[in-house]
């Protein structure tokens, strides 16, 4: 898991996958952190995003660098709702804090996989590394 995590916290912009209505919805994504609660995503509750994850707790989060190595993750999200992985994304994420400020945080919605599977892919030699948290 060690490895997997260091390439995510290197490559922590991705795209997240859900389901919309029993099809599949893709959009540009940023795992925030990974703590021992598990991996930590955040987005809007103005957003089809919150309601797909209310409907459908299941995600597959991936990540590629640039050399076309890649991550997986997937898994059952939970919303948080304790103010400190409010404050943890904010510390955490330039680009959140672009977005949420005084005025506006209470649309921040938290959101985290506290269990997933992973699955780490090598380009050059085709050698994957799979695990669970």
Wanted: aromatic content about 14%; overall charge negative.
């Amino acid at each position: 898991m060690k490895k997997i995590i260091e390439f995510l916290n290197q490559n922590k912009f991705g795209n997240l996958a859900t389901c919309n209505n029993y099809k599949p919805d893709t959009r540009p994504f940023e795992l925030v952190f990974y703590c021992d609660k598990g991996m930590f995503f955040y987005t809007s509750s103005d957003v089809d995003l919150t309601n797909q994850l209310i409907t459908n707790p299941n995600i597959c989060f991936c990540a590629t660098d640039s050399n076309y190595n890649y991550v997986k993750v997937s898994g059952s999200v939970i919303f948080s709702v304790e103010s400190e992985d409010k404050v943890k994304i904010l510390e955490k994420s330039e680009f959140a804090k672009t977005i949420y400020n005084d005025s506006n945080i209470d649309k921040m919605k938290v959101f985290f996989l506290p269990h997933g599977k992973c699955m780490m892919h090598f380009h050059i030699d085709n050698k994957v590394i799979t695990d669970e948290f």
